[in-house]
């Protein structure tokens, strides 16, 4: 039990953060986790194996990770100062490019998994 409330403790700082980013980035967090429910039925609905149930779980929360990553960096970056730097503008691009590229990510495997079953079944 001690090591159960020692974790729990020591996850109130995450929480804060991931409620930040709940807060602070309504719309995106609210689309991922949609298409993480929309894709997830959709593969209980096509009978897909675990296996590619957690590719999609993992896809889609790799996401959100790169979000979370994101949203640190543009605070930091906001924090150092607001006038406009180049640097910073480049370490802002390349934090929104990892989301782009984990969103994409996440894209191509839904489809590779999704597609094929889908087409089967209506094809």
């Keep these: 039990m001690f090591y159960v409330q020692g974790f729990l403790r020591r996850g109130r700082p995450a929480m804060a953060g991931l409620r930040f980013l ?3 980035q309504t719309d995106d967090v609210l689309a991922y986790l949609l298409a993480l429910a ?3 039925g959709l593969g209980l609905w096509l009978g897909l ?6 590719l999609i779980w993992v896809t889609t929360l790799l996401v959100l990770f790169a ?3 994101n949203t640190a960096l543009e605070s930091a970056v906001d924090r150092v100062g ?3 730097h180049a640097l910073a503008g480049r370490a802002k691009d390349l934090a929104a490019g990892a989301v782009f590229l984990a969103v994409f990510i ?4 839904a489809l590779l998994l999704l597609l094929p079953p889908l087409v089967s079944r209506f094809g």
Excluded: G, K, M
Excluded at 49 to 54: G, V
Excluded at 106 to 109: S, T, W
């Design 67 to 69: 979000e979370v990553l």
């Design 106 to 109: 996440a894209l191509v495997c």
């Design 82 to 84: 607001t006038e406009h």
């Design 49 to 54: 194996p675990a296996r590619d149930h957690a």
């Design 38 to 40: 929309l894709q997830h």
């Design 22 to 24: 709940a807060r602070s």
